[in-house]
């Protein structure tokens, strides 16, 4: 499976912003997937995942209430989009996919879950 996030871009506080993970292979309905951030000099973080038929949902505190995941199987693409955005959601956005458990419901949060990365796109929010 190969992932390519898109959507990134500059935006002011409060903006909004969807970004969209295109994923390559049928399989790709069949796993969870993940959305990640990394700042400047920061670890990499979990942010969204969707479980593979879009039942199960889990957000970090930073962004529930701004953000929703969602996904499109029939488009092989799982979507973020990004309301009332902060300085602070400044960072490389990337998509991943848990290969480990297809057609489950559990929505895994760590990093170690995901094996398949896309290569990030720019979010950039300015004050």
């Known amino acids: 499976v190969q992932l390519q996030a898109s959507g990134g871009g500059l935006v002011q506080a409060g903006g909004s912003l969807r970004l969209s993970c295109a994923a390559s292979?049928?399989?790709?309905?069949?796993?969870?997937t993940g959305w990640f951030r990394q700042a400047p000099g920061k670890e990499r973080e979990f942010v969204a995942t969707i479980s593979w038929s879009g039942s199960k949902t889990y957000y970090a505190d930073s962004v529930k209430g701004r953000f929703t995941i969602s996904r499109d199987n029939d488009k092989n693409t799982v979507y973020l989009q990004m309301n009332s955005l902060k300085p602070e959601d400044t960072a490389v956005y990337y998509c991943?996919?848990?290969?480990?458990?297809?057609?489950?419901?559990?929505?895994?949060?760590?990093?170690?879950?995901?094996?398949?990365w896309g290569q990030g796109t720019q979010v950039t929010v300015s004050s």
């Open positions: 292979g049928r399989t790709f309905r069949r796993y969870a």
């Open positions: 991943a996919l848990d290969p480990d458990k297809p057609y489950s419901d559990y929505v895994a949060r760590s990093l170690r879950e995901y094996d398949y």
